[in-house]
């Protein structure tokens, strides 16, 4: 139960677009469509943004989308916005009724 | 509306026991998978645990596996997390939350567990 690979950090300006890489092996990500997003501002409980690797969680905006290829999935944030700035976290199901997160990423909007 | 409260963090020394309860409310706890999952200082989120619906079917994080036991009294809308041998690096705060979408979805806003001497 290795944690998944993501870039500690990843960076862009109002109205750009960044792209979260979550990179697992065959045995979690690339054998199971159950990869979900999380957003986690500080201090606070995390928020699903994405579930089943590209289903919005509800009240989701449309600007957030999640895609897989192979053993890695990930989130695109497009028209990046100021509160936008935050960290976070790709999970997947590794099978025998488990998960495993990602390592993290702290997105922030320059 | 769905609700979830952690209680029963604190200080406690290496080596001791603590036990965690998640209140449920807004909705049928018998219903939905639970999960268990930490956040040590400044660190990331790590998945610890999960129970389905009637408690029948449990599984583990490696890293506590044998140490930790969830279980869940349904009729009192209620989760938790028997920590048992705690470690300095159990130190966390520990969030509950729902499964609803084939991961985590509604979560507690978390209990801190401080393991030390």
């Known amino acids: 139960q290795s944690a998944l690979t993501q870039p500690p950090s990843a960076s862009g300006s109002p109205g750009q677009s960044v792209t979260i890489s979550c990179t697992g092996t065959?045995?979690?990500?690339?054998?199971?469509?159950?990869v979900s997003w999380y957003q986690q501002h500080p201090g606070k409980a995390p928020k699903l943004m994405i579930y089943?690797?590209?289903k919005r969680a509800s009240g989701v905006p449309d600007r957030f989308s999640g895609s897989k290829s192979g053993n890695t999935a990930s989130l695109t944030v497009s028209g990046l916005q100021a509160e936008d700035e935050a960290d976070y976290y790709c999970?997947?199901?590794?099978?025998?009724?488990?998960?495993?997160f990602g390592t993290g990423t702290k997105v922030a909007v320059l | 509306e769905v609700q979830l409260v952690e209680s029963g963090g604190g200080l406690v020394q290496p080596g001791g026991s603590l036990r965690l309860s998640c209140a449920a409310s807004?909705?049928?706890?018998?219903?939905?998978?639970m999960h268990w999952v930490r956040q040590g200082p400044g660190k990331g989120l790590e998945w610890v645990s999960r129970?389905?619906?009637?408690?029948?079917?449990?599984a583990y994080a490696d890293s506590v596996r044998g140490r930790f036991t969830i279980s869940r009294d349904n009729a009192k809308n209620t989760l938790y997390l028997e920590m048992n041998s705690l470690r300095a690096e159990d130190t966390a705060v520990y969030f509950c939350?729902?499964?609803?979408?084939?991961?985590?979805?509604?979560w507690g806003p978390g209990t801190l567990v401080t393991v030390s001497s």
């Open positions: 939350a729902r499964e609803k979408s084939a991961s985590p979805d509604d």
């Open positions: 807004g909705f049928t706890l018998s219903g939905y998978w």
């Open positions: 129970i389905n619906g009637v408690g029948t079917t449990t």
């Open positions: 065959s045995s979690d990500v690339g054998s199971y469509d159950y």
């Open positions: 089943e690797v590209s």
């Open positions: 999970i997947s199901y590794v099978g025998s009724n488990s998960f495993v």
